[in-house]
């Protein structure tokens, strides 16, 4: 149980990946995370990086701040911002604090921002940070009035904050475990992991596996790395009775009569050996990908091309739906036949964990946090081997028996990462660092 007396404290988080249009892992982890700071009793502060002036009006702040909130840099530097981009000097840097007062209707970013009871910024402090730390080798220090007594960086970042204890969430080390799937300049990566590792507080990271990965690659003080392990946001269900409408109306699919990808489209998730698998298996049963492209994608995606000047035999069956809302990912998660998810390494695997919620039987894998997660309640898979993956498909298409026991036992293995065991394993670090 958590001290009640402890709750007072004041945590921040930083806004990095918050309000993204899109959202991402990390962003969804942020919101998770805020949700259960909330529920614990903490104040949170939101520190970001919106390009806004420092000398812009107190009054105006907060509609500058929210009329840029998630918006895409621009294409074209001024020169003013080239200079102020280039010329970071190696100081400790002021915050801003953006008074909220309810003078901006919320829009589609600022809906997406957690529970919170202050917001500072400091324009482009994310681009900034990085080149400081090129620069000086060393972490840009913030300053601002009245520090939280936790700073939690959700994504290894090159920035301190001073006057608070400054601790940062290491999701995996893909860029170094599997460096040919991700697009980090590993060098700078591996530096700036290394520098987190030697200047934190503490480390958070969100698996068994991922612990044992920075302990092992980065030769991490096994006392200052917690596994909190993370939870999903995924909202409940509308009504279930009318999903099967929904389904043909907006997607023109069948109730439980499709399989479902979701997730970026990169090398790690291991799209492409899916969709050759999926091929390979020769069922009508459709298979939709909802996810955006990330790098690597045409590689992936590869398959649903041309060869030879026409498409290949069941390329037809397969959807591709780039982006939905998350409500409507919650009805097609729900209606799925099986979910397929057997990526090459995740640290943790967020999509499995929805899909076992929703009591969708679920195609997994044997490499990284995946069998954590999954647990027995999933098909899993050597990812690499494109036949286990074929025959995996066809038995989640034919095998009733199979997806019968998977769909019931999903949503008990999911229950062990409830937004309850989640924030209480934060509560549990939180107070065991601002006690020592």
Known sequence: MIDNASLINRIGLDGYNLAMAQGTGVATYGRNLAAAIGELGHPIDLIFGVNIPRKADSDLRESLFFGQLGADPPNRL??????????VHPFAHDLIQIPVTGRAVPSEGSDKLPPFDRIFNRAELYDICARHFRRYGRFMTLRMVDPPAIMHWTYPLPIRLAGARNIYTLHDLVPLRLPRASLEDKRYYDTLVRTCIDRADHIVTVSEKSRADIIDLLNADPERVTNCYQTSDMPALRDPTTLPNRL????????????????????KKNLG???????????????????????????????????????????????????????LLTDLVHGAKASLFPALYEGFGLPALEALSAGVPLLSSITGALPEVAGEAALSV??????????????????????????????????????????????QLYQKIIKR
């Open 78 to 87: 001024t020169m003013r911002r080239r200079i102020r981009r280039w010329g």
């Open 248 to 267: 043909h109306q907006l997607f023109d699919l069948e109730m439980k009569g499709y399989f479902l990808f979701f997730g970026a489209i990169e090398p």
């Open 382 to 427: 050597d990812p690499y081997e494109i036949d286990a993956i074929v025959d995996a498909i066809r038995r989640l298409d034919h095998d009733t028996a199979l997806q019968s026991r998977l769909a019931t036992l999903g949503p008990s293995q999911a229950a062990k990462f409830s937004r309850t065991a989640f924030a209480n394993r934060i509560g």
């Open 273 to 327: 050996r899916v969709i050759q698998a999926y091929l390979e298996a020769d069922i009508t049963t459709p298979l939709v990908i909802v996810g955006a492209e990330a790098w690597h994608a045409d590689r992936e995606l590869k398959l649903l091309g041309t060869a030879h000047g026409r498409k290949l035999p069941g390329v037809d069956r397969i959807r591709r739906i780039d982006y939905v809302p998350r409500k």
